[in-house]
Protein backbone atom coordinates (compact mmCIF):
# COMPACT_ATOMS: atom_id res chain seq x y z
CA UNK A 1 0.00 0.00 0.00
CA UNK A 2 1.35 3.11 -1.04
CA UNK A 3 0.68 5.97 1.76
CA UNK A 4 1.45 9.79 0.88
CA UNK A 5 4.52 11.32 2.50
CA UNK A 6 3.98 13.51 5.84
CA UNK A 7 4.75 16.87 2.92
CA UNK A 8 2.52 15.19 0.60
CA UNK A 9 -0.16 14.96 2.62
CA UNK A 10 0.39 18.51 4.38
CA UNK A 11 -0.99 19.71 1.04
CA UNK A 12 -4.06 18.01 1.52
CA UNK A 13 -4.57 19.24 4.60
CA UNK A 14 -3.88 22.63 4.19
CA UNK A 15 -6.35 23.19 1.21
CA UNK A 16 -9.35 25.28 1.46
CA UNK A 17 -11.83 26.63 -0.76
CA UNK A 18 -10.03 29.45 -0.84
CA UNK A 19 -6.79 28.29 -1.39
CA UNK A 20 -6.66 25.62 -3.85
CA UNK A 21 -3.02 23.43 -3.48
CA UNK A 22 -3.06 22.34 -7.47
CA UNK A 23 -0.16 23.73 -9.85
CA UNK A 24 -0.31 23.22 -13.99
CA UNK A 25 0.79 24.99 -16.85
CA UNK A 26 -0.65 26.18 -20.00
CA UNK A 27 1.17 25.67 -23.58
CA UNK A 28 0.41 26.91 -27.10
CA UNK A 29 0.29 24.22 -29.94
CA UNK A 30 1.53 24.85 -33.49
CA UNK A 31 -0.50 22.02 -35.38
CA UNK A 32 1.50 20.21 -38.01
CA UNK A 33 0.62 21.97 -41.73
CA UNK A 34 -2.66 21.47 -43.68
CA UNK A 35 -3.57 19.86 -40.27
CA UNK A 36 -7.27 18.42 -41.07
CA UNK A 37 -8.09 16.44 -37.56
CA UNK A 38 -9.31 16.92 -34.07
CA UNK A 39 -6.67 17.69 -31.56
CA UNK A 40 -8.86 17.06 -28.50
CA UNK A 41 -9.19 13.31 -30.23
CA UNK A 42 -6.05 13.05 -30.74
CA UNK A 43 -4.82 14.10 -27.06
CA UNK A 44 -7.62 11.86 -25.55
CA UNK A 45 -6.13 8.78 -27.37
CA UNK A 46 -2.33 9.73 -27.03
CA UNK A 47 -3.01 9.79 -22.86
CA UNK A 48 -5.19 6.62 -22.84
CA UNK A 49 -1.96 5.20 -24.62
CA UNK A 50 0.51 6.60 -22.34
CA UNK A 51 -1.45 6.28 -18.67
CA UNK A 52 0.72 3.33 -17.55
CA UNK A 53 3.47 5.18 -18.00
CA UNK A 54 2.61 7.28 -14.85
CA UNK A 55 1.37 6.46 -11.83
CA UNK A 56 -0.49 9.85 -11.25
CA UNK A 57 -3.00 9.29 -13.77
CA UNK A 58 -4.57 5.71 -12.43
CA UNK A 59 -4.40 6.26 -9.02
CA UNK A 60 -6.70 8.15 -6.36
CA UNK A 61 -6.66 8.64 -2.57
CA UNK A 62 -8.43 6.28 0.05
CA UNK A 63 -8.89 8.24 3.09
CA UNK A 64 -8.54 6.60 6.97
CA UNK A 65 -11.29 5.91 9.41
CA UNK A 66 -11.81 9.14 10.77
CA UNK A 67 -8.86 11.02 8.81
CA UNK A 68 -6.61 10.09 11.59
CA UNK A 69 -3.25 9.31 9.61
CA UNK A 70 -2.51 9.79 5.90
CA UNK A 71 -4.21 8.73 2.88
CA UNK A 72 -2.76 5.91 0.28
CA UNK A 73 -2.64 5.45 -3.03
CA UNK A 74 -4.87 2.88 -4.24
CA UNK A 75 -5.60 1.80 -8.18
CA UNK A 76 -8.62 3.45 -9.51
CA UNK A 77 -9.66 0.89 -12.31
CA UNK A 78 -12.37 2.99 -14.11
CA UNK A 79 -10.25 6.47 -14.68
CA UNK A 80 -13.29 8.84 -16.96
CA UNK A 81 -10.99 10.04 -19.36
CA UNK A 82 -13.89 11.96 -20.55
CA UNK A 83 -13.77 13.97 -17.56
CA UNK A 84 -10.01 14.01 -16.99
CA UNK A 85 -9.52 15.22 -20.43
CA UNK A 86 -11.92 18.20 -21.50
CA UNK A 87 -12.60 20.46 -24.44
CA UNK A 88 -13.33 23.96 -23.81
CA UNK A 89 -13.27 26.70 -26.41
CA UNK A 90 -12.43 30.85 -26.32
CA UNK A 91 -15.24 33.05 -27.31
CA UNK A 92 -14.35 35.90 -30.40
CA UNK A 93 -11.70 37.11 -31.12
CA UNK A 94 -9.61 34.25 -28.43
CA UNK A 95 -7.25 36.68 -27.71
CA UNK A 96 -4.06 36.11 -25.40
CA UNK A 97 -6.27 38.12 -22.53
CA UNK A 98 -9.11 35.73 -22.93
CA UNK A 99 -7.08 32.56 -22.59
CA UNK A 100 -5.33 33.98 -19.90
CA UNK A 101 -8.58 34.86 -17.82
CA UNK A 102 -10.09 31.31 -18.74
CA UNK A 103 -6.77 30.05 -17.11
CA UNK A 104 -7.89 31.93 -13.86
CA UNK A 105 -10.90 30.36 -13.25
CA UNK A 106 -9.86 26.87 -14.09
CA UNK A 107 -7.35 27.47 -11.91
CA UNK A 108 -9.76 28.83 -8.83
CA UNK A 109 -11.51 25.39 -8.60
CA UNK A 110 -11.20 22.40 -6.48
CA UNK A 111 -10.09 19.41 -8.00
CA UNK A 112 -12.59 16.42 -7.22
CA UNK A 113 -10.79 14.19 -4.44
CA UNK A 114 -12.82 11.04 -5.25
CA UNK A 115 -10.77 10.78 -8.46
CA UNK A 116 -6.99 10.99 -10.09
CA UNK A 117 -6.20 13.73 -8.74
CA UNK A 118 -5.41 15.72 -12.48
CA UNK A 119 -7.58 17.26 -15.45
CA UNK A 120 -6.23 18.29 -19.02
CA UNK A 121 -7.95 20.76 -20.72
CA UNK A 122 -7.85 21.47 -24.59
CA UNK A 123 -8.56 24.99 -25.58
CA UNK A 124 -9.92 26.01 -28.83
CA UNK A 125 -10.85 29.20 -30.77
CA UNK A 126 -7.13 30.99 -30.33
CA UNK A 127 -7.29 33.78 -32.47
CA UNK A 128 -3.55 32.79 -34.36
CA UNK A 129 -4.99 29.18 -34.81
CA UNK A 130 -2.93 27.61 -32.36
CA UNK A 131 -4.64 25.89 -29.72
CA UNK A 132 -4.11 25.39 -26.22
CA UNK A 133 -3.70 23.09 -23.35
CA UNK A 134 -3.76 23.71 -19.59
CA UNK A 135 -2.77 21.18 -17.31
CA UNK A 136 -4.19 20.92 -13.51
CA UNK A 137 -2.32 18.66 -11.00
CA UNK A 138 -2.65 18.04 -7.60
CA UNK A 139 0.60 19.26 -5.62
CA UNK A 140 0.07 16.59 -2.90
CA UNK A 141 0.95 14.24 -6.39
CA UNK A 142 4.16 15.62 -7.47
CA UNK A 143 6.38 19.36 -6.74
CA UNK A 144 7.75 20.78 -9.93
CA UNK A 145 10.58 18.03 -10.26
CA UNK A 146 8.62 15.37 -10.53
CA UNK A 147 6.23 17.76 -12.82
CA UNK A 148 8.85 17.34 -15.54
CA UNK A 149 9.40 13.56 -15.15
CA UNK A 150 5.76 13.46 -16.14
CA UNK A 151 6.07 15.83 -19.06
CA UNK A 152 8.35 13.25 -20.54
CA UNK A 153 5.61 10.64 -20.23
CA UNK A 154 3.55 12.58 -21.77
CA UNK A 155 5.52 14.26 -24.79
CA UNK A 156 7.93 12.89 -27.53
CA UNK A 157 11.02 14.50 -28.90
CA UNK A 158 9.39 14.41 -32.69
CA UNK A 159 6.40 15.15 -34.13
CA UNK A 160 6.11 11.46 -35.24
CA UNK A 161 4.73 10.16 -31.18
CA UNK A 162 7.40 6.89 -30.11
CA UNK A 163 6.06 3.31 -29.69
CA UNK A 164 5.32 2.36 -26.48
CA UNK A 165 4.40 -0.81 -24.87
CA UNK A 166 1.15 -1.86 -24.02
CA UNK A 167 0.26 -1.87 -20.65
CA UNK A 168 0.43 -5.88 -18.57
CA UNK A 169 -3.15 -6.82 -18.00
CA UNK A 170 -3.40 -6.71 -14.79
CA UNK A 171 -6.48 -8.60 -12.18
CA UNK A 172 -9.52 -5.93 -11.77
CA UNK A 173 -10.32 -6.29 -7.92
CA UNK A 174 -13.89 -4.88 -8.46
CA UNK A 175 -13.19 -3.07 -5.67
CA UNK A 176 -14.27 0.97 -5.34
CA UNK A 177 -12.22 1.47 -1.58
CA UNK A 178 -10.92 -0.50 0.95
CA UNK A 179 -11.89 -2.03 3.72
CA UNK A 180 -11.95 -0.06 7.59
CA UNK A 181 -9.92 -2.87 9.14
CA UNK A 182 -7.02 -2.60 5.81
CA UNK A 183 -6.81 1.00 6.16
CA UNK A 184 -6.34 1.09 9.86
CA UNK A 185 -3.93 -1.54 9.80
CA UNK A 186 -1.59 0.09 6.93
CA UNK A 187 -2.43 3.49 9.52
CA UNK A 188 -0.54 1.68 12.32
CA UNK A 189 2.31 0.24 10.27
CA UNK A 190 3.27 3.46 8.13
CA UNK A 191 3.26 5.22 11.23
CA UNK A 192 5.39 3.17 12.98
CA UNK A 193 7.86 2.96 10.46
CA UNK A 194 7.45 7.47 9.98
CA UNK A 195 8.43 7.32 13.87
CA UNK A 196 11.47 5.70 13.27
CA UNK A 197 12.37 7.49 10.36
CA UNK A 198 11.81 10.24 12.86
CA UNK A 199 14.03 9.00 15.67
CA UNK A 200 17.30 7.95 13.25
CA UNK A 201 17.14 12.11 12.02
CA UNK A 202 16.71 13.84 15.06
CA UNK A 203 20.55 14.55 15.35
CA UNK A 204 20.22 16.20 12.19
CA UNK A 205 17.37 17.84 12.92
CA UNK A 206 18.97 19.13 16.61
CA UNK A 207 22.14 20.60 14.55
CA UNK A 208 20.20 21.75 12.20
CA UNK A 209 18.27 24.06 14.59
CA UNK A 210 21.71 25.30 15.98
CA UNK A 211 23.10 25.86 12.96
CA UNK A 212 20.16 28.53 12.56
CA UNK A 213 21.24 29.99 15.70
CA UNK A 214 24.19 32.55 16.80
CA UNK A 215 25.18 33.55 20.14
CA UNK A 216 26.17 36.97 20.75
CA UNK A 217 26.36 39.30 24.23
CA UNK A 218 23.34 41.85 25.46
CA UNK A 219 23.76 44.63 27.15
CA UNK A 220 24.76 43.52 30.79
CA UNK A 221 26.81 41.33 28.27
CA UNK A 222 25.04 37.67 29.02
CA UNK A 223 25.61 34.98 26.17
CA UNK A 224 22.18 34.31 24.33
CA UNK A 225 21.31 32.55 21.43
CA UNK A 226 19.27 34.69 18.36
CA UNK A 227 18.49 33.91 15.77
CA UNK A 228 20.78 34.95 12.11
CA UNK A 229 19.70 37.94 10.50
CA UNK A 230 18.97 35.87 7.64
CA UNK A 231 15.05 35.26 8.80
CA UNK A 232 12.65 38.25 8.55
CA UNK A 233 9.66 39.69 8.53
CA UNK A 234 8.97 41.31 5.19
CA UNK A 235 7.14 44.30 4.75
CA UNK A 236 3.12 44.59 4.57
CA UNK A 237 1.86 44.99 0.90
CA UNK A 238 -1.43 45.20 -0.99
CA UNK A 239 -0.37 41.41 -1.69
CA UNK A 240 -0.17 40.03 1.38
CA UNK A 241 -3.28 39.16 3.40
CA UNK A 242 -6.01 36.98 3.16
CA UNK A 243 -7.09 35.16 0.35
CA UNK A 244 -10.03 34.51 -1.72
CA UNK A 245 -10.72 31.39 -4.22
CA UNK A 246 -10.76 33.35 -7.52
CA UNK A 247 -7.24 33.80 -9.30
CA UNK A 248 -5.46 35.75 -11.78
CA UNK A 249 -2.86 34.64 -14.47
CA UNK A 250 -0.93 36.39 -16.97
CA UNK A 251 2.05 34.86 -18.46
CA UNK A 252 5.65 36.09 -20.33
CA UNK A 253 8.16 34.63 -22.57
CA UNK A 254 11.71 36.02 -22.70
CA UNK A 255 14.85 35.11 -24.56
CA UNK A 256 16.78 32.50 -22.03
CA UNK A 257 20.09 34.07 -24.29
CA UNK A 258 19.26 37.31 -22.95
CA UNK A 259 18.97 36.60 -19.31
CA UNK A 260 22.28 34.92 -20.19
CA UNK A 261 24.10 37.62 -21.43
CA UNK A 262 23.71 39.36 -18.20
CA UNK A 263 25.01 36.64 -16.08
CA UNK A 264 27.72 36.63 -18.15
CA UNK A 265 28.60 40.40 -17.61
CA UNK A 266 27.91 40.22 -13.75
CA UNK A 267 29.22 36.84 -13.06
CA UNK A 268 25.56 36.47 -11.45
CA UNK A 269 23.33 33.27 -12.32
CA UNK A 270 19.95 32.58 -14.12
CA UNK A 271 18.40 32.25 -10.46
CA UNK A 272 19.79 35.80 -9.81
CA UNK A 273 18.83 37.79 -12.56
CA UNK A 274 14.98 36.24 -12.56
CA UNK A 275 15.01 37.40 -8.88
CA UNK A 276 16.05 40.84 -10.07
CA UNK A 277 13.22 40.62 -12.48
CA UNK A 278 11.24 39.69 -10.27
CA UNK A 279 12.44 42.80 -7.97
CA UNK A 280 11.65 45.48 -10.40
CA UNK A 281 9.09 44.87 -11.18
CA UNK A 282 7.11 44.57 -8.34
CA UNK A 283 8.53 48.00 -7.35
CA UNK A 284 6.64 49.30 -10.05
CA UNK A 285 3.82 47.40 -9.50
CA UNK A 286 3.32 48.54 -6.37
CA UNK A 287 4.64 51.71 -6.74
CA UNK A 288 1.29 51.78 -8.87
CA UNK A 289 -0.91 50.87 -6.03
CA UNK A 290 0.61 53.57 -3.57
CA UNK A 291 2.47 51.53 -1.87
CA UNK A 292 6.61 51.98 -1.47
CA UNK A 293 7.86 49.55 1.66
CA UNK A 294 10.45 51.35 3.75
CA UNK A 295 12.44 48.04 4.11
CA UNK A 296 12.96 45.19 1.43
CA UNK A 297 10.24 42.73 -0.28
CA UNK A 298 11.43 38.81 0.17
CA UNK A 299 10.88 36.00 -1.74
CA UNK A 300 10.10 32.65 -0.72
CA UNK A 301 11.66 30.24 -2.76
CA UNK A 302 11.17 26.91 -3.52
CA UNK A 303 14.46 24.52 -3.44
CA UNK A 304 14.48 21.14 -4.53
CA UNK A 305 15.71 18.45 -1.87
CA UNK A 306 15.88 15.24 -4.61
CA UNK A 307 19.20 13.13 -5.77
CA UNK A 308 20.65 13.64 -9.10
CA UNK A 309 18.55 11.50 -11.05
CA UNK A 310 15.40 10.94 -8.68
CA UNK A 311 12.36 10.69 -10.48
CA UNK A 312 9.73 10.25 -7.94
CA UNK A 313 6.39 11.46 -8.70
CA UNK A 314 6.31 12.79 -4.87
CA UNK A 315 7.47 16.08 -3.02
CA UNK A 316 10.97 16.69 -1.87
CA UNK A 317 11.49 20.42 -1.59
CA UNK A 318 12.31 23.10 1.14
CA UNK A 319 11.89 27.01 1.55
CA UNK A 320 14.49 29.49 1.70
CA UNK A 321 14.08 33.11 2.03
CA UNK A 322 15.93 35.78 -0.50
CA UNK A 323 15.74 39.44 -0.03
CA UNK A 324 14.99 41.30 -3.50
CA UNK A 325 16.62 44.61 -1.99
CA UNK A 326 14.02 46.96 -3.33
CA UNK A 327 15.03 49.62 -1.69
CA UNK A 328 17.55 49.92 -4.04
CA UNK A 329 17.15 52.11 -7.31
CA UNK A 330 19.56 51.06 -9.68
CA UNK A 331 19.17 47.68 -11.47
CA UNK A 332 23.00 46.40 -11.26
CA UNK A 333 23.40 47.50 -7.86
CA UNK A 334 20.21 45.88 -6.55
CA UNK A 335 21.35 42.91 -9.14
CA UNK A 336 24.52 42.54 -6.64
CA UNK A 337 22.50 42.38 -3.57
CA UNK A 338 20.38 39.52 -4.64
CA UNK A 339 23.05 37.47 -5.22
CA UNK A 340 24.57 38.50 -1.75
CA UNK A 341 21.34 37.39 -0.26
CA UNK A 342 20.78 34.23 -2.63
CA UNK A 343 24.18 32.93 -1.55
CA UNK A 344 23.51 33.90 2.37
CA UNK A 345 20.48 32.14 1.83
CA UNK A 346 21.61 29.06 0.01
CA UNK A 347 24.62 28.40 2.81
CA UNK A 348 22.26 28.24 5.33
CA UNK A 349 20.08 25.71 3.71
CA UNK A 350 23.34 23.54 2.56
CA UNK A 351 23.38 23.64 6.48
CA UNK A 352 19.94 21.99 7.17
CA UNK A 353 19.16 20.46 4.07
CA UNK A 354 19.59 17.30 5.43
CA UNK A 355 17.69 16.97 8.49
CA UNK A 356 14.87 18.43 6.94
CA UNK A 357 12.33 15.64 6.64
CA UNK A 358 9.83 14.87 3.58
CA UNK A 359 8.19 12.54 5.62
CA UNK A 360 6.98 12.24 9.33
CA UNK A 361 4.51 11.16 11.06
CA UNK A 362 0.67 12.49 11.32
CA UNK A 363 -1.35 10.01 13.59
CA UNK A 364 -4.69 11.92 14.51
CA UNK A 365 -3.36 15.44 13.15
CA UNK A 366 -4.99 15.67 9.55
CA UNK A 367 -7.94 16.46 10.95
CA UNK A 368 -6.38 19.17 13.10
CA UNK A 369 -4.46 20.29 10.63
CA UNK A 370 -7.42 21.51 7.85
CA UNK A 371 -9.24 22.76 10.80
CA UNK A 372 -6.74 24.93 11.41
CA UNK A 373 -5.99 25.92 8.07
CA UNK A 374 -9.30 26.77 7.58
CA UNK A 375 -9.54 29.06 11.05
CA UNK A 376 -6.28 30.79 9.43
CA UNK A 377 -7.78 31.67 6.38
CA UNK A 378 -11.21 32.64 7.82
CA UNK A 379 -10.15 34.58 10.24
CA UNK A 380 -8.27 36.69 8.31
CA UNK A 381 -5.17 36.40 10.36
CA UNK A 382 -2.84 37.05 7.60
CA UNK A 383 -4.14 40.39 7.37
CA UNK A 384 -2.32 41.52 10.50
CA UNK A 385 0.81 39.09 11.07
CA UNK A 386 3.91 40.28 9.64
CA UNK A 387 4.38 37.81 6.09
CA UNK A 388 7.73 35.58 6.04
CA UNK A 389 7.32 36.19 2.57
CA UNK A 390 6.11 38.79 0.31
CA UNK A 391 5.97 37.04 -2.65
CA UNK A 392 6.69 33.17 -4.11
CA UNK A 393 9.36 33.05 -6.55
CA UNK A 394 10.27 29.33 -8.04
CA UNK A 395 11.97 28.38 -11.16
CA UNK A 396 11.72 24.82 -12.71
CA UNK A 397 14.80 23.56 -15.25
CA UNK A 398 11.96 22.41 -18.35
CA UNK A 399 13.05 20.59 -21.94
CA UNK A 400 16.27 22.50 -23.84
CA UNK A 401 14.43 21.04 -27.26
CA UNK A 402 11.66 21.45 -28.55
CA UNK A 403 8.39 19.17 -27.40
CA UNK A 404 5.63 17.72 -29.00
CA UNK A 405 2.02 15.81 -28.13
CA UNK A 406 -0.12 13.94 -30.50
CA UNK A 407 1.86 15.14 -33.32
CA UNK A 408 1.74 18.89 -32.87
CA UNK A 409 4.78 20.86 -31.46
CA UNK A 410 4.85 23.02 -27.99
CA UNK A 411 5.14 26.35 -29.20
CA UNK A 412 5.23 27.85 -25.29
CA UNK A 413 5.46 26.55 -22.36
CA UNK A 414 4.33 28.75 -19.00
CA UNK A 415 3.61 27.72 -15.25
CA UNK A 416 0.77 28.07 -13.50
CA UNK A 417 1.38 27.47 -9.41
CA UNK A 418 -0.22 28.13 -5.76
CA UNK A 419 -0.94 31.43 -4.53
CA UNK A 420 -1.54 31.28 -0.45
CA UNK A 421 -2.86 33.17 2.30
CA UNK A 422 0.04 36.24 3.19
CA UNK A 423 1.48 35.42 -0.01
CA UNK A 424 -1.20 36.47 -2.33
CA UNK A 425 1.19 36.22 -5.73
CA UNK A 426 3.66 33.39 -7.10
CA UNK A 427 5.76 34.02 -10.58
CA UNK A 428 7.01 30.46 -11.43
CA UNK A 429 9.45 30.02 -14.16
CA UNK A 430 10.43 27.70 -16.20
CA UNK A 431 12.55 27.37 -19.17
CA UNK A 432 11.77 25.33 -22.46
CA UNK A 433 13.55 25.60 -25.79
CA UNK A 434 15.87 28.50 -25.49
CA UNK A 435 12.42 30.10 -23.50
CA UNK A 436 11.73 31.52 -19.92
CA UNK A 437 8.22 31.34 -19.55
CA UNK A 438 6.61 33.85 -16.88
CA UNK A 439 3.61 32.28 -14.87
CA UNK A 440 1.94 35.16 -12.71
CA UNK A 441 -0.78 33.11 -10.75
CA UNK A 442 -2.39 35.42 -8.46
CA UNK A 443 -5.58 36.15 -5.80
CA UNK A 444 -7.73 38.48 -8.03
CA UNK A 445 -8.47 40.36 -5.14
CA UNK A 446 -4.65 41.25 -4.33
CA UNK A 447 -3.46 41.72 -7.98
CA UNK A 448 -6.70 41.84 -10.52
CA UNK A 449 -4.05 43.19 -12.92
CA UNK A 450 -1.39 40.68 -13.20
CA UNK A 451 -1.10 41.76 -17.11
CA UNK A 452 0.90 44.68 -15.79
CA UNK A 453 3.53 42.91 -13.52
CA UNK A 454 3.89 40.36 -16.89
CA UNK A 455 4.73 44.00 -18.74
CA UNK A 456 6.75 45.02 -16.10
CA UNK A 457 8.80 41.60 -16.04
CA UNK A 458 9.71 42.58 -19.40
CA UNK A 459 11.03 45.95 -18.78
CA UNK A 460 13.72 44.67 -16.31
CA UNK A 461 15.08 42.45 -18.56
CA UNK A 462 15.30 45.74 -21.52
CA UNK A 463 16.54 47.52 -18.09
CA UNK A 464 18.97 44.76 -16.93
CA UNK A 465 20.24 44.21 -20.80
CA UNK A 466 21.00 48.11 -21.22
CA UNK A 467 22.78 48.47 -18.15
CA UNK A 468 25.43 45.86 -19.10
CA UNK A 469 25.41 46.88 -22.48
CA UNK A 470 25.97 50.47 -21.52
CA UNK A 471 29.44 48.67 -19.80
CA UNK A 472 32.70 49.65 -21.30
CA UNK A 473 34.07 46.41 -22.57
CA UNK A 474 36.22 44.54 -19.88
CA UNK A 475 35.17 46.66 -17.39
CA UNK A 476 33.27 45.02 -14.52
CA UNK A 477 30.15 47.01 -13.51
CA UNK A 478 30.24 49.03 -10.64
CA UNK A 479 28.49 47.39 -7.45
CA UNK A 480 27.53 43.73 -9.77
CA UNK A 481 30.41 42.37 -10.83
CA UNK A 482 32.81 42.81 -8.25
CA UNK A 483 30.43 42.14 -4.95
CA UNK A 484 29.45 39.12 -6.77
CA UNK A 485 32.60 38.07 -7.24
CA UNK A 486 34.14 38.66 -3.91
CA UNK A 487 31.11 36.96 -1.85
CA UNK A 488 31.47 33.89 -4.24
CA UNK A 489 35.13 33.83 -3.12
CA UNK A 490 34.64 34.24 0.64
CA UNK A 491 32.05 31.03 0.04
CA UNK A 492 34.29 29.16 -1.66
CA UNK A 493 34.10 26.53 0.11
CA UNK A 494 30.35 26.44 -0.07
CA UNK A 495 30.22 26.44 -3.78
CA UNK A 496 29.78 22.14 -3.99
CA UNK A 497 26.58 22.81 -1.64
CA UNK A 498 25.32 25.86 -2.86
CA UNK A 499 25.07 24.10 -6.62
CA UNK A 500 23.19 21.10 -5.04
CA UNK A 501 20.72 22.92 -3.90
CA UNK A 502 20.11 25.55 -6.26
CA UNK A 503 16.23 25.53 -7.60
CA UNK A 504 16.77 27.63 -10.74
CA UNK A 505 19.10 26.76 -13.71
CA UNK A 506 22.92 28.62 -14.14
Known amino acids: MDHLSGLDATFLYIETPEMPMHVGSVHLFDLPK????????????HIARRMHLAPLFQRKLA??????????WVDDEDVDL???VRRVSLARPGSMLQLEQMIGRLHSSLIDRSRPLWEFYVIEGFHT???????????AAMDGAAGVALGQAVFDLTPVPRAVKPPRQRVRANRYQLGIAELAGAALSNTVTQYVKLAKILPDMGRAAKSLLKRESDEKGKRRFVARKQFKFGPRT??????????????????????KEITRATDTTVNDVVLAMCSAALRRYLADEDCRPDKPLIAGVPVSLREAGNTDLNNQVSMMFVGLATDIKDPLERLAAIRTNAIAAKEVNSQIKTAIPTDFPSFGAPWLMSGLASLYGRSRLANVIPPLANVAISNVPGSPVPLYLAGARVASYIPVSIPGHGVGLNITVQSYD???????????????????VANYLRGALAELLA????????????GARAPAARAAKTRARHVNAKRATSPMPG
Open 63 to 72: LMPFELANPV
Open 129 to 139: GQVAFYTKIHH
Open 467 to 478: AVRALPVNQEPA
Open 238 to 259: PINGAITNQRSFAGACMPLAEV
Open 34 to 45: GYQGDFYDNVRE
Open 82 to 84: DYH
Open 434 to 452: GVLGFGITACRRAVPDPQS
